[in-house]
């Protein structure tokens, strides 16, 4: 079986991706999935787009990605002030671009709109956020003691396994409204065979 290396929340931050990336080839891993936020937040969004696009196999749309191309509703004035900043460095067309820098910007900025919200592959979904709502809703600890109807709902949409982002928050939700940590799970999580319990795993954050 092809190992797969999961990534999330990347945040314009080249030097973690890059770092993240090494690692990752360390390991010789088959494949990267990337669950979305490229950008916001950190100083080099064209750069990170660039390297996500070489590396990744598969890269989702992430709410970061959404607010560029369209609005940071709900954001705090620090995110949205990056997603601004972002939109401006990445939007085309500019007066002062070259045709080469024009043809750069065109091809990122197609590749965040054309980012899907969910991928399927055989018993594995995933998502940026929630397999409810794939761009915005959070999957939070406290949901198994404050929203376990939620956590049902979410699990009834899933067939074994789930990987989201979003949160930066790492660990495995479990059916029966149960989070384990990485540290309580000694960083390592044994995925359930098929027909044998459902798993939603947050990936955490790559540059944030």
């Not at 080099?44 to 996500?52: G, H, K, N, S, V």
Request: one cysteine or more; glycine letters at 6%.
């Amino acid at each position: 079986m092809t190992q797969i290396a999961l990534i999330s929340d990347i945040h314009a931050n080249l030097e973690a991706l890059t770092a993240v990336l090494n690692d990752i080839d360390s390991r010789q891993v088959g494949r990267i999935v990337c669950l979305g936020d490229i950008v916001g937040y950190g100083p080099d969004p064209d750069a990170t787009i660039d390297l996500i696009r070489q590396r990744c196999d598969v890269t989702l749309l992430g709410n970061h990605d959404w607010a560029v191309l369209n609005s940071p509703i709900g954001f705090n004035a620090i995110a949205a002030g990056a997603v601004f900043c972002h939109r401006a460095l990445l939007e085309p067309p500019s007066k002062t671009d070259s045709p080469d820098a024009l043809l750069a910007k065109t091809e990122r900025w197609e590749f965040l709109k054309n980012l899907p919200e969910e991928v399927i592959e055989e018993d594995r979904i995933y998502v940026h956020a929630s397999p409810r709502d794939k761009i915005i809703e959070y999957i939070l600890p406290q949901d198994t003691l404050y929203h376990p109807d939620k956590l049902d709902e979410i699990f009834a949409m899933i067939e074994r396994l789930c990987f989201v982002g979003h949160t930066h928050i790492p660990g495995v939700f479990i059916e029966g409204s149960q989070f384990f940590s990485p540290e309580d799970i000694g960083m390592e999580y044994e995925f359930p065979e098929t027909g044998k319990g459902k798993a939603i795993l947050n990936v955490s954050s790559v540059g944030q």
